[in-house]
């Protein structure tokens, strides 16, 4: 996992904030973050103004899943693929 994400315990959490250029280049990036949403049937509470998403990944009273570990994975994998686009 990426140190960009925060990890908490009480209430078991991952946090992370990603900041953009502009908001177009956000609402791409929220677009293709809820395909990964649907596909791994998991939805992370969302907070956005113009240019950043904050991202909260909560987990279950038995602490981070694998689900919960694998959403912020393909995020992070998305985030690296539009710094290089």
């Not at 909260?56 to 995020?75: F, K, M």
Request: aromatic share 14%; proline share 5%.
């Amino acid at each position: 996992m990426k140190s960009e994400w925060s990890e908490h315990e009480r209430p078991p959490r991952l946090e992370r904030r990603y900041v953009f250029t502009d908001y177009p280049e956000l609402r791409s990036f929220l677009n293709r973050a809820a395909t990964i949403f649907e596909e791994l049937d998991y939805y992370p509470d969302l907070s956005f103004g113009r240019d950043y998403v904050n991202v909260t990944i909560h987990g279950y009273e038995q602490g981070l899943t694998d689900i919960c570990r694998q959403v912020a994975e393909r995020l992070e994998a998305l985030w690296q693929d539009l710094d290089k686009a």
